[in-house]
């Protein structure tokens, strides 16, 4: 006599289902605070403060090549600004932005939560500009 075929059937009837059930909840849960945090932005007041840039930096990310495609490189750009109270945020930023920003640039930054609105730089004058 072979081997009990039974286990398969308890296996389709019970570790799938539960499988599928977590990653639904995986899915639900990512998109929950996704939204979570989206409506928490709407909510926030838009505002536009003087600030200064202390610090660029810029991710990649890679993902693999699929079956007959190449692999997929993507660059995130970040910028991180002070207020003149100290306290400091970061903000993702689109790569144009991120290339005309220099460390140390003054103006006004407009944001809304964690949401970039944008950076207006003020004109930057020397002694010689001035004579």
């Keep these: 006599m072979g081997p009990d075929p039974s286990w398969m059937f308890d296996f389709a009837g019970t570790v799938l289902p539960i499988f599928f059930v977590v990653m639904i909840g995986i899915v639900a849960i990512s998109a929950g605070r996704g939204l979570?945090?989206?409506s928490r932005n709407n909510r926030?007041?838009?505002l536009t403060v003087p600030a200064h840039i202390v610090s660029k930096r810029s991710e990649i990310r890679q993902k693999p090549p699929e079956e007959g495609n190449v692999?997929?490189?993507?660059m995130i750009y970040y910028l991180t600004f002070e207020f003149d109270d100290g306290e400091r945020v970061e903000f993702k930023v689109n790569g144009s932005e991120y290339g005309i920003s220099a460390e140390r640039d003054r103006g006004r930054?407009?944001?809304?939560?964690?949401?970039?609105h944008g950076f207006k730089r003020e004109p930057?004058?020397?002694a010689v500009e001035e004579r």
């Excluded at 692999?71 to 993507?74: L, R």
């Excluded at 930054?109 to 970039?116: A, D, I, K, S």
């Design 71 to 74: 692999a997929h490189t993507t």
């Design 109 to 116: 930054l407009t944001y809304q939560g964690t949401r970039y």
């Design 124 to 126: 930057h004058y020397s």
């Design 44 to 46: 926030m007041p838009v």
């Design 36 to 38: 979570l945090v989206w």
